[in-house]
């Protein structure tokens, strides 16, 4: 089972400011590895997908790029509807999430 | 637009069963994998199972390994999962998922979910 590990748990960030999540897999994923953006009471919803697609609707200030097993989300002069919990998700074994990691106003 | 809606959530005692459906629209149902994923109270996501367009691939999460079973019926679009010897940590809320006609697919769409409560 590959395990997926966030970082950090809580982020704090000002509306405007640039966000930066990290995600590392406990063996190779390739590119097969995706963002996801979930708020209380919605379903989870797709942001990027090969480690730095962005799905379709997504805004241009969300950004993923990959090293190896350490993978990264950016997120660009922040929104208030950008903050909610991101989940950082390996496809390249079945699946498996990271414990994710909630993004907060500061 | 695509479509998943869950059903068959609802109150069980330790050690019993529930059956969880979904039923999609909206795209080639047959085409696609489909997965669940659950979320416990004040947790996160957790990858339950998936299955493939055509059944010949199964897979299920450790922790639900021997109890759960997924399962498919593309004649009527529709998703399931068999869930016994039921634990108080299998309490969550329940959501299908889309994945695509590849197996190494991400979640694309999702249900709102069905919540299931494991609770003497």
């Known amino acids: 089972e590959i395990v997926m590990t966030q970082s950090p748990a809580t982020l704090s960030v000002s509306p405007g400011e640039r966000a930066t999540l990290s995600c590392r897999a406990s063996q190779s994923v390739g590119s097969n590895l995706a963002w996801y953006q979930h708020k209380p009471g919605q379903a989870p919803r797709l942001l990027i997908f090969g480690a730095s697609s962005r799905a379709p609707g997504i ?38 999430f990271g414990q994710g990691t909630k993004l907060e106003i500061k | 637009e695509v479509q998943l809606v869950e059903s ?28 669940w994923v659950r979320q416990a109270p004040g947790k996160g996501l957790e990858w339950v199972s998936g299955i493939t367009w055509n059944g010949n691939r199964i897979g299920y999460a450790d922790s639900v390994k021997g109890r759960f079973t997924i399962s498919r019926d593309n004649a009527k679009n529709s998703l399931h999962l068999e869930m016994n010897s039921l634990r108080p940590e299998d309490m969550a809320l329940y959501f299908c998922a889309k994945g695509g006609e590849m197996l190494y697919a991400p979640l694309a769409s999702w249900g709102q979910g069905t919540l299931v409560t494991v609770s003497s």
Do not use: K
């Open chain 1, 59 to 96: 805004p241009a200030r969300f950004s993923g790029s990959a090293s190896g097993t350490e993978f990264t989300l950016s997120i660009s002069s922040l929104q208030s509807e950008d903050f909610a919990v991101y989940y950082c998700q390996q496809y390249n074994n079945w699946h498996s």
């Open chain 2, 8 to 35: 068959g959530g609802g109150l069980v005692q330790p050690g019993g069963s529930l059956r969880l459906s979904c039923e999609a629209s909206g795209f080639r149902f047959d085409n696609y994998a489909m997965y």
